[in-house]
């Protein structure tokens, strides 16, 4: 059973920085690939950044790209997301997602299998 676990949202002001984790456990995550998805209120969820666990390249948002770097622990089973810049237009609740599988539409929804339960981002204008 795959389980993701989020932290490190919170409240930061415009212009700050905030590092999300993304702990994952229960398979080898060699061949996956790992995706940082966010959802504001009232909006469709949309994606952020997308990283290939075992080549580690990546995948950005037009919106984040040059502010947030998507990265992964091997050692640690965790994928981060550091957010600098930050925007209040990056409020939203943040899921980190996984597919068992390398896939080139790494910004659909419904390609991914697991969810983890999501950490909220305030930024404060």
């Known amino acids: 059973q795959v389980q993701l676990v989020e932290s490190g949202g919170g409240l930061v002001q415009t212009g700050g920085s905030l590092r999300l984790s993304c702990a994952a456990s229960?398979?080898?995550?060699?061949?996956?690939?790992m995706g940082w998805f966010r959802q504001a209120p009232g909006k469709e969820r949309e994606f952020v950044a997308a990283i290939y666990w075992s080549a580690g390249s990546t995948v950005y948002a037009d919106s984040v790209k040059g502010r947030f770097t998507i990265s992964r622990d091997n050692a640690k089973n965790t994928v981060y997301l550091q957010m600098n810049s930050l925007k209040p237009e990056d409020t939203a609740v943040y899921y980190c997602?996984?597919?068992?599988?390398?896939?080139?539409?790494?910004?659909?929804?419904?390609?991914?299998?697991?969810w983890g339960q999501g950490t909220q981002v305030t930024v404060s204008s």
């Open positions: 229960g398979r080898t995550f060699s061949s996956y690939t």
């Open positions: 997602a996984a597919r068992p599988a390398v896939t080139a539409r790494t910004a659909v929804v419904g390609v991914y299998d697991y």
